[in-house]
């Protein structure tokens, strides 16, 4: 068993805690480091490697205060490598929460939700 | 303000390091983030740092006698209550100012104190000071003069100062300290740069309705201390967090922008950014220098992106989005494309040739 990908989170960096063994998969916060891909791309490789041997479901949860484009970018490359799990029949579903004042980032799970093909729930909260 | 805003508080304070200018309410929470912001901003300065507790005690002064000063006109129009904050850094000299409206008839008082606050020696200062703190006020409004006899002993210098008149019954009370890294103040001559350099930038902010202008290093690090104030800032003015997460994420991009694509200065990202407001709502420009070979590619770009609908935009973005992730192409353009979809007007922007090698790219959104 893979250990657990773990992110206390900080300023411009998310809180990132993808804990298989509880079967939770927990990202939020912000997220603006200039050199976003370094950030992502660790995360996004242990995606890869943990899905030889995923668990039945992935549940996802998303609660984001701000990101920036790059950072966009990046969480659309992590949210389609989980996808790929899917190809073994596995499932993987995304929780979206979002704050009802908060176009910003509704909006932006609703980009997500429209070209990503997992369940992707938009939660206000 | 307008595009050329830019270019012109750039060209005034071209030789700075870093500068700070800020117009706006001065409460305790803006304040803390001020003093903060100026912290990081001279200890990223190689020889500064040794003055940081000197000009972070300076600073807290100087806001202690806005505030105080500013409780006489809460009951004014709200705009009336501007106050300005400056910090600025060229060689080794840190300078700090600032200015706060007083009521005209107080006016021939506050000179009386400057006056012999600036004629007493080292010496005389300590005396006065302990007196005050005796017998309690010199000033009418508690405490003012003791805020600046401690201004005048630490600095170890003359306080600069001005009144310019506001209105009938206002006039804008201005004072200024210069600090030396190797503390030798007497040698600081004022010519370097007069209190009346001050006065004229804030009169320009009031004029365009600017409430900060910062310019300094654009790298990551530099850049987090100034998003929080303007967060700070955002907070305050609005409701819906919607408009404001907009304009903090116009910020993010265009300074990120910044770091990554201008023409670096002895390993700084050197930019200016003007954060204003206006009728249709809040004003974001900012400035840089960039490569003059890099001129084209960027002017094509921001006018392609100016000539696309809305949906062409839509679709330009979901293409860019789902593009696998190439470090060499920088995330192709992903976020002036997003920035486009997220404004109501087109990217107003200008390059400015400086000589062979550099031009002053500036940009103007109105978000």
Not at chain 1, 70 to 93: C, D, H, N, R
């Amino acid at each position: 068993m893979e250990k657990q990908f773990y992110f206390p989170g900080s300023e411009d960096k998310p809180k990132i805690n993808f804990d298989p063994k509880n079967n939770v998969f927990e990202i939020m916060g912000n997220s603006y480091p200039e050199e976003s891909p370094k950030f992502y791309i660790p995360l996004i490789n242990w995606v890869t490697e943990y899905s030889n041997y995923a668990n039945d479901k992935t549940h996802v949860v998303c609660k984001f205060e701000y990101f920036n484009s790059l950072s966009a970018k990046l969480l659309y490359e992590l949210f389609f490598e989980l996808q790929k799990i899917t190809e073994s029949g596995k499932k993987v579903s995304i929780s979206w929460y979002y704050d009802p004042n908060d176009h910003f980032i509704l909006e932006k799970g609703q980009e997500y939700k429209n070209v990503l093909e997992i369940p992707f729930d938009l939660i206000s909260y | 303000m307008d595009l050329n805003t830019t270019f012109w508080f750039f060209e005034k304070i071209k030789d700075d390091n870093l500068c700070l200018l800020y117009n706006g309410l001065i409460s305790d929470d803006i304040t803390n983030k001020l003093i903060e912001l100026s912290e990081y901003n001279i200890n990223n300065i190689e020889g500064l740092s040794k003055m940081r507790k000197k000009a972070s005690f300076l600073m807290a002064e100087c806001f202690q006698n806005i505030i105080r000063h500013g409780e006489m006109v809460t009951d004014l129009e709200k705009h009336m209550n501007n106050s300005f904050f400056l910090t600025r850094n060229w060689n080794d000299i840190y300078c700090i100012a600032s200015g706060n409206l007083v009521l005209k008839k107080n006016i021939h008082t506050i000179e009386a104190q400057m006056e012999v606050v600036n004629n007493l020696n080292k010496d005389e200062l300590k005396d006065l000071y302990l007196q005050v703190l005796e017998h309690n006020e010199i000033s009418g409004k508690g405490g003012a003069g003791l805020g600046l006899i401690e201004m005048a002993r630490k600095s170890g210098q003359k306080l600069q100062f001005e009144f310019e008149d506001y209105n009938k019954s206002f006039s804008y009370f201005y004072n200024q300290i210069l600090l030396r890294a190797d503390e030798a103040p007497e040698a600081l001559s004022i010519s370097h740069s007069p209190i009346s350099d001050a006065v004229y930038l804030h009169k320009k902010m009031q004029e365009k309705n600017i409430l900060v202008v910062q310019k300094g290093d654009f790298a990551q690090e530099s850049i987090l201390p100034v998003l929080k104030i303007i967060d700070n800032n955002l907070k305050n003015v609005f409701e819906s967090s919607s408009s404001k997460k907009r304009i903090f994420h116009v910020i993010v991009e265009l300074l990120q922008n910044i770091s990554k694509h201008c023409c670096k200065n002895q390993k700084i990202s050197e930019g200016i950014i003007l954060l204003g407001q206006s009728k249709k709502g809040y004003i974001i420009n900012t400035g840089n220098y960039i490569e003059n070979s890099k001129v084209d590619a960027l002017r094509d770009h921001l006018n392609k992106l100016n000539s696309m609908s809305k949906e062409e935009l839509k679709s330009l973005y979901f293409s860019k989005l789902k593009e696998r992730y190439v470090p060499e192409n920088n995330g192709a353009g992903i976020g002036l494309i997003d920035l486009a979809r997220k404004i109501a007007s087109p990217f107003v922007f200008d390059f400015h040739p400086i000589d062979n090698q550099k031009s002053f790219f500036s940009i103007h959104i109105v978000a």
